[in-house]
């Protein structure tokens, strides 16, 4: 564990505060859900809870089943990392982060479907222009974004209503299994 110099002290009511520093650089917002543990050593540690995180075998046979049947590359996410990946070497993209871009999807809670005639491009993961998405629909869990269902490609190929409704249904069973 890395060091950051930072103390804080907890107040009267046990709160403590996390730096802006550590949470910008860890996308930490003001309601981001947080695991607390302690390790043998007595350390308090702070995690990201990812919910969808939580069903990473189940998306990883869910993700090779849907990329098999439509054909294309396919990624889940949850709102940080990619956690589920196939039809590519998973290597190049397991838990890589998501690309700005695609956190802006999911934060918005909207979809997106590039067309032919579209200029705008949405990076699958931060810092590769390799794979860019062409179908990307989040996952809703309780009326809040807790990920992501990704097709994409290397700029090859277009996806079509087929394609849109395989991710649809994807990202809404999965909402529903978080749910239950």
Do not use: W
Not at 51 to 79: M, Q, R
Not at 96 to 109: A, F, Q, T, Y
Request: glycine share 10%; hydrophobic share 35%; net charge negative.
């Amino acid at each position: 564990m890395k060091a950051t110099g930072i103390v804080r002290r907890i107040d009267d009511l046990g709160r403590v505060v996390i730096p802006k520093e550590i949470r910008r650089t860890h996308r930490i917002g003001e309601g981001c859900p947080l695991e607390i543990f302690t390790n043998r050593e007595g350390e308090v540690i702070f995690k990201k809870y990812s919910p969808i995180g939580e069903l990473s075998d189940f998306a990883a046979s869910y993700a090779e089943a849907l990329s098999k049947t439509a054909g294309f590359p396919v990624c889940i996410t949850d709102k940080d990392n990619i956690i589920a990946v196939s039809g590519v070497p998973k290597r190049e993209l397991t838990e890589k982060r998501v690309s700005h871009e695609l956190e802006n999807i999911m934060n918005e809670k909207t979809q997106f479907i590039k067309r032919d005639t579209d200029g705008k491009e949405v990076t699958v993961a931060d810092g590769s222009e390799k794979y860019f998405a062409k179908v990307v629909v989040p996952i809703i869990s309780e009326g809040d974004s807790i990920g992501s269902v990704v097709m994409f490609s290397d700029g090859s190929g277009s996806m079509g209503e087929v394609e849109t409704k395989l991710a649809q249904s994807a990202a809404g069973f999965l909402g529903k299994q978080m749910e239950n």
